[in-house]
């Protein structure tokens, strides 16, 4: 069985090299889907933050070996992430991976992953656990216990483990994105693994560049947010996630081993 992952490349100058070193060795083949312009959110952001990543990086890197590059320019991101799953398909992998350039794992986690999905081929999907950096990798954001952060009937379990996403698609069912990174099918295996997620390892540009490109920039006041939440955070500052406050209580020192791609 062939498995492959696939990654956005805007503007992931930052991260997009190592996220490539991490998923190198356990895959056929790694997408890059690369667009010179943000999705459509924001009309204003396609004139005010084209894509300034050089995908040379990636045409001259070591890792090219197993790379396709896929450039378009998508409107949503439905649209993008669909559109890795139609070539992945036509290639004839079995499954796909989404592995967000500032997304990490443990290489030992990365292989029972893939175990995990071959010992248990028939799921529409697979879901990991995430938590998620704040400023950079030595902050971690703390959730609910319990958070109401779902996915059918899976729910995070909140503290450090902030989220669960689905990560793993099944491409020999007929499956498609119809909700950011969410797939159509109901038949899904949740993975005890989780990923470290650099989602707001991030300087105070990038962030806001970050707010105005999004997928969610419509679902909150991003401005204020940014002046509230990010330029004036201490340890102090509490509800600090963009759209649903409460399901990012606070952030912590973190003073665990990293995936070693990220030490």
Not at 67 to 84: H, K, L, P, S, V
Not at 128 to 147: D, E, M
Not at 217 to 234: I, S
């Amino acid at each position: 069985m062939k498995f492959a992952t696939y990654v956005l490349a805007y503007n992931q100058d930052k991260w997009i090299m190592k996220n490539l070193e991490n998923a190198y060795p356990h895959v056929d083949r790694i997408y890059v889907m690369y667009s010179k312009l943000p999705w459509a959110f924001n009309p204003d952001a396609r004139n005010l933050y084209p894509n300034n990543f050089d995908i040379n990086l990636i045409k001259d890197s070591k890792y090219r070996d197993k790379i396709t590059i896929i450039e378009g320019d998508w409107i949503y991101e439905n649209d993008q992430r669909n559109e890795a799953l139609k070539k992945a398909r036509e290639d004839g992998m079995d499954y796909l991976m989404v592995h967000d350039a500032d997304e990490f794992y443990f290489h030992e986690d990365f292989e029972k992953l893939k175990k995990i999905v071959f010992d248990n081929p028939d799921y529409d999907s697979y879901i990991t656990k995430l938590c998620v950096f704040w400023k950079s990798f030595k902050y971690i954001l703390v959730a609910p216990k319990c958070n109401e952060y779902s996915n059918g009937s899976f729910y995070a379990p909140g503290g450090r483990i902030s989220g669960i996403a689905e990560t793993v698609v099944n491409l020999n069912h007929n499956l498609a994105y119809n909700n950011i990174r969410l797939v159509s099918g109901y038949n899904r295996y949740m993975v005890d693994i989780v990923y470290y997620h650099g989602s707001y390892v991030l300087n105070d540009e990038e962030v806001l560049r970050k707010i105005n490109t999004l997928g969610h920039k419509n679902d909150f006041d991003g401005e204020k947010w940014y002046k509230e939440k990010w330029l004036n955070w201490t340890l102090e500052t509490k509800n600090l996630h963009p759209m649903s406050p409460r399901e990012w209580l606070y952030a912590e020192e973190f003073n665990e081993e990293l995936p070693e791609v990220l030490c």
